[in-house]
């Protein structure tokens, strides 16, 4: 077993930043990917980057490329997610998640971290 561990969110004013940190523990020798998805009140959980040990790649949502970036810490499986250029549209719950493949569906997840940003 995988378990997830978030931190990082809070309020901000639009063109603001924010960094959230996504701690893994247990089984981590097994992960191959960690994510992070988000979802706003009255809508569906999206998409908002990945990272990829095995490759060392990244990939993000259009809607947050170019402002918001994915990074690692080997030794403490952890990543990050840089946000900067918040708008009020990426206020929403953020969890991040972890799967054993570099493809396919997460099965392991956080309990999330509320991001808001006031306009």
């Known amino acids: 077993q995988v378990q997830l561990g978030e931190s990082g969110g809070g309020s901000v004013q639009a063109g603001g930043s924010l960094r959230l940190s996504c701690a893994a523990s247990g089984r981590t020798l097994s992960i191959r990917t960690m994510a992070w998805f988000r979802q706003a009140p009255g809508k569906e959980r999206e998409f908002v980057a990945a990272?990829?040990?095995?490759?060392?790649?990244?990939s993000y949502a259009d809607s947050v490329k170019g402002r918001f970036a994915i990074s690692r810490d080997n030794a403490r499986y952890t990543v990050y997610l840089q946000m900067n250029s918040l708008k009020p549209e990426d206020t929403a719950v953020y969890h991040c998640?972890?799967?054993?493949?570099?493809?396919?569906?997460?099965?392991?997840w956080g309990q999330g971290t509320q991001v808001t940003v006031s306009s």
């Open positions: 998640a972890a799967r054993t493949s570099v493809s396919g569906s997460y099965g392991y």
């Open positions: 990272f990829t040990w095995s490759l060392g790649s990244t």
